[in-house]
């Protein structure tokens, strides 16, 4: 069974800047899709970020040039690099994977972790 591990969120004022960081659990997993997702209060969960093992990475049009995503494949960890934040950044904010075993293929969604940009 995968275990997700969420941590990062907070309170920033606009301008400033978060790491979220996910951790991913399962020796015998090969995750193949690591990303994160958020969703805000009266909204659908959106594509924040997601990377590939090999590196691939694509974007949600609102956060280009200002979020950065990365992997550590040896800790099975995913980072949210977020810049210049903005209030409309406020959600909640979800780590999501894709794996694959020798039996198959799923995913998984993290706890989710609150990102609050307020003065």
């Known amino acids: 069974q995968v275990q997700v591990v969420e941590s990062g969120g907070g309170l920033v004022q606009p301008g400033g800047s978060l790491r979220l960081s996910c951790a991913a659990s399962?020796?015998?997993?090969?995750?193949?899709?690591m990303g994160w997702y958020r969703q805000a209060p009266g909204k659908q969960r959106e594509l924040v970020a997601i990377i590939t093992s090999g590196g691939s990475t694509n974007y949600g049009d609102s956060v280009k040039g200002r979020f950065t995503i990365s992997r550590d494949n040896a800790k099975n960890t995913v980072y949210l690099q977020m810049n210049s934040l903005k209030s409309e950044d406020t959600a909640v904010y979800y780590c999501?994977?894709?794996?694959?075993?020798?039996?198959?293929?799923?995913?998984?969604w993290g706890q989710g972790t609150q990102v609050t940009v307020s003065s």
């Open positions: 999501n994977l894709r794996f694959s075993w020798a039996g198959g293929a799923s995913g998984a």
């Open positions: 399962g020796s015998a997993f090969s995750f193949i899709v």
